[in-house]
């Protein structure tokens, strides 16, 4: 090989290994990048269990998932199955929130509606909302108008509808504690005219029927997967600081307009209150919990009223439902936040 050919060889080589040696090199910015805050460790700290029953419903490689943190106080989760969408509320802004399960992104659904709190849809796809001010019950028609289920009983303004659930026949039963008559943040500040109670609804009707009102403080509601037991939290200590916050059960009739014998199935004086609850296919009792730092988040207790896990947020929990194809993952709406954490379980 002559020395000329020998030289233009070892060019060659020179150049193409310098051309390789800068393709494999990787810039500072994107080393600093994956060198950043390490990821969490599974199982997410998030998951914490009490009893070894818990471990067949909770999931080894399910992060908690922080989705949105746009809001003032949010509550009333509900999920559209056909739309795979949740609508909740920022009741503050008197706003109807809408999350897309698809691309993740929060948007606006309707402003100015009357400090909207709990949503449901029924079995016709309508969405029901509980409003604290006007207090009233109300659903939204195909057409876009709005029908007013409820606003007053034996003459009496609600005091600010909270929470509810619909039956297979479209009638609703919903809680009215008046959280929304407290203070004009959440509502029109002003003094109950009723009883905090809960009532039964259904189109036939001038207005509702009062079911109970042995709770203090009505809030959460849910029911069990045969639709017999209806499910309602007592936030009492908000404003009877003696009185436990509690969970309780009554045999429904089979029209829903009247209860059997209150069984209170959860009872503590430890943390402050049972907000929304929610029921699985096993009928384990999925609870949002205010209570500080170690209880913020979801209690779950299983059908006896044992605690047997919990769900820990960085934020107090409102409100929560399970949502999703297979109705497997949790979603809550903890104070400004919305987050969701996938279960080894469906809900109701």
Not at 295 to 314: E, K, M, N
Request: with cysteine.
């Amino acid at each position: 090989m002559s020395l000329n050919r020998m030289s233009l060889n070892r060019r060659a080589l020179l150049r193409n290994s310098a051309i390789l040696g800068a393709a494999t090199v990787v810039s500072p910015s994107l080393l600093a990048q994956s060198e950043g805050t390490p990821p969490s460790r599974y199982p997410d700290a998030a998951w914490q269990v009490l009893d070894d029953r818990f471990k067949d419903y909770y999931l080894f490689n399910a992060p908690l998932e922080r989705h949105w943190s746009g809001g003032l106080w949010l509550e009333g989760p509900a999920w559209n199955a056909v739309g795979r969408y949740a609508v909740f509320s920022d009741i503050p802004r008197a706003r109807q929130m809408r999350w897309d399960e698809r691309s993740g992104e929060v948007s606006v659904l309707r402003e100015g509606v009357g400090h909207s709190n709990g949503n449901a849809f029924d079995h016709h796809g309508r969405l029901v909302a509980c409003e604290h001010s006007p207090a009233r019950v109300v659903r939204y028609e195909w057409d876009g108008s709005v029908t007013v289920l409820a606003s007053h009983y034996q003459g009496e303004s609600l005091n600010a509808p909270n929470d509810l659930v619909v039956l297979p026949n479209d009638a609703i039963l919903f809680t009215d504690p008046g959280y929304g008559a407290h203070v004009d943040y959440e509502g029109e500040k002003r003094e109950l005219a009723l009883k905090p109670a809960v009532y039964y609804v259904d189109d036939s009707l001038d207005e509702p029927l009062l079911l109970t009102d042995q709770p203090g403080k009505p809030n959460g509601a849910a029911l069990s997967a045969d639709g017999r037991q209806l499910y309602i939290s007592d936030t009492a200590p908000s404003h009877f600081p003696d009185r436990p916050a509690t969970v309780s059960r009554w045999q429904l009739a089979e029209d829903g307009k009247s209860l059997g014998e209150r069984e209170v199935v959860v009872s503590s004086q430890q943390e402050e209150s049972y907000d929304g609850i929610a029921l699985d296919q096993d009928g384990n009792l999925w609870a949002a919990v205010s209570g500080g730092e170690g209880h913020d988040g979801v209690s779950i207790f299983a059908p006896d009223g044992d605690r047997i896990g919990r769900i820990l947020l960085p934020e107090v929990c409102g409100n929560l439902c399970f949502v999703g194809e297979h109705r497997n993952r949790l979603l809550m709406t903890a104070s400004r936040s919305i987050y969701t954490l996938h279960t080894n379980t469906r809900g109701v």
